[in-house]
């Protein structure tokens, strides 16, 4: 389940604390419990950003329909 913060990430924030994340799991000499900690943080983090890029694309797509559409108009 996402946290109420990571509603306000916007992609920038949220890529750059997964890559933060993903840094320090491959640096390793976390304990089992950190390691599964930053783990979860990093699957929260990669949904925030998927959301992002899933809205976008919405977004792209719903502007080239509208711009098909007004072309097949003319």
Known sequence: MTSKTDETLGYEQARDELIEV???LEAGGTTLEESLALWERGEELAKVCRRWLE???ARL???LAEE?????EE
């Open 61 to 63: 797509d719903a502007a």
């Open 68 to 72: 098909e559409e007004a072309d097949s």
């Open 55 to 57: 809205g976008a694309r």
């Open 22 to 24: 993903v840094r320090r």
